[in-house]
């Protein structure tokens, strides 16, 4: 199993980001793929999930309304695209294979400055 996640950086508050992760290594169709985040200092806080087979879709609260998840199933490549910013979504940010992060890639940083 690869996660291959890009397209973080350094951005301000209300701007936005659009991240990728690359799966390779295992069946991508019809499975439940996640984001994860973890801020300084922090544990690894699930973002959202999709099921690549339905589109089924869930967020957590914090982000409902400012990030979508979505794929591309025939490039087994994982989207989140991140809207209106705020400092506190400073986090290194992972694409897993499960809703807790345990089997995840090396992450890509987003900072958001104030």
């Known amino acids: 199993v690869e996660l291959v996640e890009s397209g973080g950086g350094l951005v301000q508050s209300g701007e936005s980001l659009r991240l990728s992760c690359t799966a390779s290594?295992?069946?991508?169709?019809?499975?439940?793929m996640h984001w994860v985040r973890q801020g300084p200092g922090k544990g690894l806080e699930w973002v959202s999930s999709?099921?690549?087979?339905?589109?089924?879709?869930a967020a957590s609260n914090v982000v409902t309304g400012r990030f979508t998840i979505s794929t591309d199933s025939a490039k087994n490549t994982l989207f989140l695209q991140m809207n209106s910013l705020k400092p506190e979504d400073t986090a290194v940010y992972y694409c897993?294979?499960?809703?807790?992060?345990?089997?995840r890639g090396r992450g890509t940083q987003v900072t958001v400055s104030s």
């Open positions: 897993a294979t499960d809703q807790d992060g345990r089997n």
């Open positions: 999709i099921h690549t087979g339905t589109g089924i879709k």
């Open positions: 290594g295992f069946t991508f169709s019809s499975r439940w």
